[in-house]
């Protein structure tokens, strides 16, 4: 198989534009000698045009006034002027001696001038070749015309040699001055599809880098075309990558430490009771601190779980409508038990009785366990839980707040992530949570394309708020309830 010439977009590029300066050029000097050569044979044209007329106009005055004229014309213009009766030369007239062997023709070259009833009353033109001792192009105007019952054939020479030698001077000069633009252009394209390639070079280098799992290094571009564009965002991209490599260390590193502590908890109570260490009479309650192990590990492993799978999408929201308040009131209920023991107030506030939301009633019923239960944990005993729903025009809003210690300034944009804790020793409930319920909470709010706020201070509580899509009204219901207020009435 034949491997391509040019393999690197470098060489296609310089390339391309080297091909497309020598087309353009070539174009140009082509079109250039054409027009130039175009002109000075239109401009002879017209002076032999011209004087076949004067000629002609003179020979119908009388024949020794247009061999007058005919003189005049072949001094002043160099011409060799023949007039003819039919085949036969009357005379030839000229001064230069170049054309001394054209006038001892004796009959018209047909080969060289055909004539035609076309040439009758009207200039024609041909060129061609004289051949004598010298060789040289020539322009020839010829023309009958009658006059005194006399058909006459009027021929006028040009030497056009000139013509053709300015044509071949300037074909020498465009096709230096073509070398010249070409050398120019070559640089120029070197020049510029360096400036063009050698960004993505320095890209393709940093992203095998970046495949090698080093996001330090960046690309240092500078200005606002497209390539210092793309630069920035690769740039960006090695930020995130390098972030959510972190990240991923960083929740490899949190889920070994949260699954090894159990676990080493569990293997030490389990190898005592095997070796008989402890009293019969207190291996229930050790048995029972497995079990707690074993229940909080499990918790950490569902949420793990549910994590995953909401954030790889694999959770498909079931959108349905339903009413906000109905749902909080039973997810509280479900925490009745955990509030009487701690002495626990609510103050539950709606702003309407029935508040129907647009969502996934299942999804939601999470977030709102996980909010209640971080609110119960943190609040001290005694203390009052707000929670609240109001509908603006679009959205409804739920918002949950505790009495409890507060968050740190520092701590709260990262809450939302992944087993972060705010300082455990400052927990005053026994129960130490997994760190991702609020992730939890986080994402499937993000699925639903919504948000969550936190407001927090040291001392005053935290008050989570959080959006739902409003569930938009049934048109049957609305037709339903004017038929109904119409019968009223």
């Not at 320095?202 to 793309?230: M, P, W």
């Not at 997810?331 to 969502?359: G, K, M, P, S, W």
């Not at 899509?469 to 004017?482: D, S, V, Y």
Request: proline share 2%; glycine share 6%; hydrophobic share 40%.
């Amino acid at each position: 198989m034949r491997k391509p010439r040019f393999k690197t977009i470098f060489s296609r590029m310089l390339f391309l534009q080297c091909m497309t300066v020598i087309g353009i050029l070539l174009v140009v000097g082509i079109a250039v000698i054409i027009v130039v050569l175009s002109q000075s044979i239109t401009a002879k044209e017209k002076l032999l045009s011209s004087k076949c007329d004067l000629i002609a106009q003179s020979m119908m005055v009388s024949e020794q006034e247009g061999v007058k004229v005919g003189m005049s014309v072949a001094s002043q213009h160099e011409l060799l002027v023949q007039i003819n009766v039919g085949d036969d030369p009357i005379d030839s007239y000229y001064q230069d001696e170049k054309w001394a062997d054209v006038s001892k023709m004796s009959k018209l070259d047909a080969d060289y001038v055909s004539i035609s009833d076309d040439a009758a009353n009207t200039t024609q033109f041909r060129r061609g070749y004289f051949r004598g001792h010298n060789d040289f192009s020539v322009l020839t105007a010829y023309r009958t015309f009658t006059a005194n019952e006399q058909t006459y054939m009027l021929l006028i020479h040009a030497d056009i040699s000139d013509v053709n030698t300015a044509a071949w001077q300037l074909s020498a000069w465009v096709f230096i001055f073509a070398l010249i633009a070409i050398v120019i252009a070559v640089f120029c394209s070197y020049y510029v599809t360096s400036r063009i390639i050698n960004p993505f070079v320095e890209i393709n280098h940093t992203v095998q880098c970046y495949s090698r799992g080093d996001f330090s290094k960046r690309i240092n571009l500078v200005g606002r075309d497209e390539a210092a564009q793309l630069g920035k965002s690769f740039n960006d991209m090695a930020e995130q990558l390098r972030n959510l490599e972190a990240t991923r260390r960083s929740f490899v590193a949190n889920v070994s430490h949260e699954l090894r502590s159990p676990l080493t908890s569990m293997k030490g109570f389990l190898e005592a009771m095997h070796d008989g260490i402890i009293p019969e009479h207190e291996l229930r309650q050790y048995i029972a601190l497995v079990l707690d192990e074993t229940k909080r590990m499990t918790v950490m492993v569902n949420d793990l779980l549910d994590l995953a799978r909401i954030e790889s999408g694999t959770i498909l929201l079931n959108y349905e409508t339903f009413d906000i308040n109905e749902l909080i009131r039973r997810t509280l209920i479900t925490f009745e038990a955990r509030i009487v023991e701690r002495h626990i107030d609510l103050d539950v506030r709606f702003a309407q009785e029935q508040c129907n939301v647009y969502a996934d009633s299942t999804q939601i019923s999470q977030v709102l366990r996980n909010l209640i239960d971080n609110a119960i944990k943190y609040s001290p005993d005694g203390r009052i839980i707000y929670i609240s729903s109001y509908a603006l025009r679009k959205e409804v809003y739920v918002s949950i707040k505790d009495n409890g210690i507060g968050i740190p300034p520092e701590d709260i944009p990262h809450v939302f992530d992944r087993f972060y804790k705010v300082e455990k020793a400052h927990t005053p409930s026994p129960q130490v949570g997994s760190g991702l319920g609020l992730s939890i909470v986080k994402r499937i709010i993000e699925q639903h394309g919504q948000t969550i706020t936190v407001r927090s201070a040291k001392g005053k509580g935290t008050q989570f708020t959080f959006s739902l899509q409003k569930a938009p009204l049934l048109k049957r219901q609305f037709e339903g309830g004017k038929r109904n207020g119409q019968g009223q009435d």
